[in-house]
């Protein structure tokens, strides 16, 4: 049986690899990224492994030269249990604003099934609004953030 732990491993791995195959194999359909803040770029709730595909990660990858960053390049695990992983990861470079992106992440992961079914996501989003999303605009989530709506 694949441990919570390899998993989340071979997903920061498979990030900092720049391995879109590998990320898609690794989450469930039902996958879901929240941003728990209510303005951003991006921030809120957003639902299912194809919105997450198609959506949020050719946004965050399309503000940086993967020559200049490389995304989860440093993780660590810090605790796990049950099906739920906590970890912080962290990335050094340049986005293409020209700006240093040097962000730590904080990583409440979720494991059903040997896939990831949730993440959650906590960043210095101050930093990400100066150097990393430039002109972006906000990708609206599939539901603003709030703890009452939260299960």
């Avoid at 896939?115 to 609206?140: H, P, V, Y």
């Amino acid at each position: 049986m694949i441990q919570i732990k390899d998993i989340t491993e071979k997903f920061y791995t498979s990030i900092s690899n720049g391995e879109i195959e590998v990320i898609d194999s690794l989450l469930s359909n039902e996958f879901e990224l929240i941003v728990p803040m209510e303005n951003g770029v991006l921030s809120g709730h957003y639902k299912g492994k194809k919105r997450f595909m198609e959506d949020v990660l050719p946004l965050v990858f399309s503000c940086v030269n993967p020559e200049e960053i490389v995304f989860c390049k440093d993780f660590k695990i810090i605790n796990s249990f049950n099906d739920t992983v906590i970890a912080m990861t962290q990335n050094d470079g340049i986005a293409l604003s020209g700006k240093p992106y040097n962000q730590v992440y904080l990583h409440i992961i979720t494991i059903e099934e040997g896939k990831i079914i949730r993440l959650i996501e906590a960043f210095d989003s101050s930093l990400a609004n100066d150097s990393l999303w430039g002109d972006s605009k906000r990708l609206i989530p599939d539901k603003n953030f709030s703890l009452k709506n939260f299960s």
